[in-house]
């Protein structure tokens, strides 16, 4: 856990885990180490601190190295045009 979810903020990622507990149970709830850092404000990239630090300006380079990816990811999606999902065999 960290990476990811801090560029996307803590405190959605916490949300998204207990909107889906009731349906998946508890083991899809909220972790306790996600729940105590979003009590302390540690709230990922946008406060500067999650389960990274992000001080001395660096939050504001990894903002913009993730904004640039997610750019060219959308790019990409564009490029591709309409993609069919087909069901998965691996359940």
């Not at 996600?34 to 009590?39: A, F, N, P």
């Not at 992000?54 to 999606?77: H, I, K, M, P, S």
């Amino acid at each position: 856990m960290g990476g990811g979810i801090a560029f996307v903020g803590l405190e959605v990622y916490q949300d998204g885990c207990t909107t889906l507990e009731p349906a998946y149970g508890e083991r899809i709830g909220p972790p306790t180490l996600l729940s105590d850092q979003v009590k302390r404000g540690r709230l990922g990239l946008k406060l500067g601190r999650g389960f990274y630090g992000f001080g001395n300006g660096q939050g504001a380079e990894v903002a913009r190295c993730r904004d640039r990816a997610y750019a060219d990811l959308t790019q990409l999606r564009d490029s591709l045009g309409s993609i069919t999902l087909v069901e998965s065999r691996y359940r």
